[in-house]
């Protein structure tokens, strides 16, 4: 039986790229586990890493502490689950992926709409956010497969 329904194929026609997204995954997940990890530490023992607290004026904080809690716990502790569930080979380990993904998004979105500057590092974030849920839709095969290669799965 093949790793993925008929219903869907691997990347390229022949070929099973399967470990190259699991790759691709695991590699975002990691740059994305350091950076939550790093900022929220950065945030909280490093008073702001540098960004001014009239940044935070007209937001629910007051310091950059609870900021920097919630980005080292809620995106860092996702990013741990997923990587760490993916190099375990877990079962649970592509829905860790995908909520550590759309965190990640979030998390710029809430940042974004709180702070009065933007900065490229939204713009990486939001990529790696971003390219974690590509990747890992590659991984399970979401690519739609041909006529002829359903119609040949069906013979």
């Known amino acids: 039986m093949a790793p993925y329904p008929a219903s869907v194929r691997p990347a390229v026609p022949g070929t099973d790229h ?6 691709a995954l ?3 997940g990691w740059f994305s586990l350091v ?5 929220g530490l950065g945030l909280m023992v490093g008073n702001g890493m540098g960004m001014p607290m009239s940044w935070l004026a007209g937001t ?3 310091s950059y502490v609870i900021p920097g809690l919630i980005l080292l716990v809620v995106i860092g502790g996702t990013q741990t689950l997923a990587v760490l569930g993916q190099h375990g080979r877990q079962p649970w380990y592509p829905a860790a992926a995908g909520v550590a993904g759309f965190g990640m998004i ?12 933007y900065s490229f590092l939204h713009t990486l974030y939001f990529t790696a956010g971003t390219l974690q849920l590509i990747f890992l839709l590659l991984f399970l095969g979401i690519l739609p497969a041909s006529a002829r290669e359903r119609s040949a799965a069906r013979e």
């Open 18 to 23: 399967r470990r190259l997204w699991w790759l």
């Open 60 to 62: 629910p904080f007051d």
């Open 35 to 39: 950076s939550a990890v790093g900022g």
């Open 26 to 28: 695991l590699v975002v």
């Open 106 to 117: 979030i998390w710029v979105y809430v940042e974004v709409a709180l702070l009065p500057v």
